[in-house]
Nanobody, 124 residues
Framework: QAELLESGGGLAQAGDSLRLSCAAS????????MGWFRQGPGKERALVAAVNRAGIPLYYADSVKGRFTTFRDNAKNTVYLQMNNLKPDDTAVYYC?????????????????WGQGTQVTVSS
C-alpha cells in the first residue's frame, strides 16, 4: 500500500513557475510508474504527465508540452512536476498517482494509488 503526499502548489501569476513534489511511502517506489493528473473547475480529471519506473517521461498533454517536465528521484521516493510559464488555464487541483506497472496509462482507472491533491491557482 503506497501513500502519496503532494506538495508545492499555491498561487502563481501567469508566466511564473512552480514545482510540485509527490513523496511516496512505498519502499518499492522504483517499481511504480507515476502520473500527474489535474482537475480544473467543471472538468474531468485528466493526465498531464507521466513517467515510467525507468524514469522515462512518456506522456505530456498537448496543453503542457514544452512547459511542464516530470522526473523522479528513486533515492528519495519522490516524483516531481516542474511547471514553467504557467497560464490561467493551468488552474486546477493536481494529483499524483501510481500504478504497479512498467507502463504508464492515461486512464484514471489504471492507477492504484492517489495523493490527496494540491491546488494550483494561476492568475492573469
Amino acid at each position: 500500500q503506497a501513500e502519496l503526499l503532494e506538495s508545492g502548489g499555491g498561487l502563481a501569476q501567469a508566466g511564473d513557475s512552480l514545482r510540485l513534489s509527490c513523496a511516496a511511502s512505498e519502499r518499492t517506489f522504483s517499481s511504480l510508474s507515476m502520473g500527474w493528473f489535474r482537475q480544473g473547475p467543471g472538468k474531468e480529471r485528466a493526465l498531464v504527465a507521466a513517467v515510467n519506473r525507468a524514469g522515462i517521461p512518456l506522456y505530456y498533454a498537448d496543453s503542457v508540452k514544452g512547459r511542464f517536465t516530470t522526473f523522479r528521484d528513486n533515492a528519495k521516493n519522490t516524483v516531481y512536476l516542474q511547471m514553467n510559464n504557467l497560464k490561467p488555464d493551468d488552474t486546477a487541483v493536481y494529483y499524483c498517482a501510481a500504478r504497479s506497472s512498467a507502463f504508464i496509462s492515461t486512464s484514471t482507472a489504471a492507477y492504484d494509488y492517489w495523493g490527496q491533491g494540491t491546488q494550483v491557482t494561476v492568475s492573469s
